[in-house]
């Protein structure tokens, strides 16, 4: 990488090579642990309420007696808990062990991200617990109470700091393109949050204001340390760098100057000026070029390797992610065209858009990092191969299953909700096997969160018998990863590839 950091905030030269990976995994060590235990406990209490929610279009006179079971509050409790609880706390822990290692420095402010670990969870119960009693703002994307944010702004405040201190006492000067994204993500995440919650907004600049949030908190905190990590890993457990580095730029700095505008595509139809959508539309299609960009950049890395994926769980993971991401920022532009709402407006293929990149893009890149990540900030390794493979084959086809089956109802619901010829109650009675589909493929992804909260729980506390080198899903050909050191190697030891200039 060029270099992008002045001489003055960074050290000339990392400590030995032989023990500072050893000495940046253990400064990472607890404040990891915390923000992804954390953020599996969020996924499974989010998981449950994904299920009670799709139940309910099987059974809706399922637990109505109780408020708090209600369809109306059981689906923004879900929303919030995955959203907040999960895919954030995990991207916060990924994120601070990639940041530490690529600035091959130890981790400053361990203490301000633990107390970013307790105050974001006190956060979360306040939230959750206020959205099920009845206190939804209902604004989606931040059903939540102001009292959650309270202690959630501030949870998130704390990790800035701590990353700026860390990046100031950096050990070296070539910042790498994962850094770029993780740097992007701590700054746009906070200033959103904060922006959004501000008492200014009424009436359709609230509408205007919510759109712009949700989107960009996806695109702008959600989606950079997905692109992050798959920029990390993918090279890193193959053993060859990155394509090119030229593309890597081109696909960050488009991201940041396209995505921003492209929200508003949301409310065509709606009370909203033309020209403000027409902006909208006009970004989301250029939004094609950061992510042709990034998919090539992948795909070039990748090639001639993709043997590798039937042993390594880690790139099993991030590479379905990053093919994921691709597929829904294309379906993302194609969806915001006047003519294609029209038919897919307020219908479940929305649904199966936006899972397709919360779950099958960042949630599938967060799970092949925790893969890797864990057995070096805890020095054990994952107890089961085949727990491990049935926690990818339960996820994977679980979201492949409901996007498909969500995205050729709505399309057909859409089409029938056009056609005056076709009763109301037919377009429902026509939607009810898609939505079997959706429950039965959400079962199966929940037992795949049981069984990683299972395996995390004895990664974590160490439990049975010491696994002898590290987890792959069948026996490995010798010198397959010589190279890379991602998953080939005891935690700790490996010889492995950050950047063209570590090597």
Do not use: C
Not at 163 to 187: D, E, M, N, P
Request: no cysteine; glycine share 8%.
């Amino acid at each position: 990488m060029p270099d992008v950091a002045s001489s003055s905030s960074a050290s000339a030269s990392p400590p030995p090579e032989e023990s500072w990976r050893r000495v940046v995994d253990a400064s990472t060590r607890r404040p990891v642990v915390a923000f992804i235990v954390s953020a599996t406990v969020w996924l499974l209490i989010g998981s449950l309420l994904a299920l009670i929610a799709s139940f309910k279009f099987q059974f809706p006179d399922w637990w109505t007696q109780q408020a708090w079971l209600t369809f109306g509050r059981i689906r923004p409790a879900h929303l919030n808990t995955v959203i907040y609880g999960w895919i954030s706390m995990a991207g916060v822990g990924v994120g601070t062990w990639l940041w530490a290692r690529l600035l091959k420095t130890e981790l400053r402010g361990r203490g301000l991200l633990l107390l970013s670990v307790a105050l974001w969870n006190v956060g979360m119960v306040v939230g959750t617990i206020g959205i099920l009693a009845g206190y939804s703002r209902s604004i989606e994307w931040v059903e939540m109470p102001y009292a959650a944010f309270a202690f959630i702004v501030p949870a998130l405040l704390l990790v800035v700091a701590s990353f700026v201190q860390t990046l100031r006492k950096r050990h070296v000067q070539h910042l790498y393109i994962s850094v770029w994204y993780l740097g992007a993500a701590i700054l746009w995440g906070p200033f959103l949050l904060i922006a959004f919650l501000l008492p200014i907004y009424s009436g359709v600049p609230e509408a205007t204001a919510n759109w712009w949030y949700a989107h960009n908190i996806l695109g702008l905190w959600i989606t950079p340390p997905g692109l992050a990590a798959a920029y990390y890993f993918i090279p890193k457990v193959i053993g060859r760098p990155v394509y090119s580095y030229h593309l890597s730029y081109l696909g960050f700095w488009t991201l940041a100057l396209f995505y921003n505008w492209a929200g508003v595509h949301h409310l065509v139809g709606g009370p909203v000026p033309q020209w403000l959508e027409t902006v909208s539309i006009t970004f989301s299609a250029m939004m094609i070029i950061p992510v042709i960009v990034v998919a090539v950049n992948h795909h070039m890395t990748i090639i001639g390797h993709f043997t590798k994926l039937k042993y390594s769980p880690t790139l099993r993971f991030v590479v379905f992610g990053a093919m994921s991401y691709t597929t829904v920022s294309l379906q993302g532009s194609l969806q915001s065209f006047r003519y294609w709402q029209e038919v897919t407006h307020f219908t479940h293929y929305t649904i199966a858009h936006s899972h397709l990149g919360v779950y099958a893009f960042a949630t599938m890149i967060a799970f092949g990092s925790i893969y890797y990540i864990m057995p070096r900030v805890t020095k054990w390794e994952w107890g089961s191969p085949r727990l491990v493979s049935l926690h990818f084959w339960t996820t994977g086809l679980g979201v492949g299953a409901y996007f498909t089956a969500l995205t050729i109802g709505g399309v057909l619901q859409g089409l029938q909700l056009l056609d005056p010829d076709v009763a109301f109650l037919t377009v429902v009675e026509n939607t009810k096997p898609w939505l079997v589909v959706r429950s039965v493929s959400g079962t199966l992804m929940t037992i795949g969160h049981f069984v990683f909260a299972y395996l995390l729980y004895r990664i974590v506390t160490q439990s049975g018998t010491r696994p002898e080198g590290p987890t792959y899903f069948y026996p490995v050909p010798e010198g397959t990863f010589e190279a890379a050191g991602g998953n080939g190697q005891p935690a700790g030891t490996a010889r492995e590839v950050e950047a063209e200039s570590d090597r």
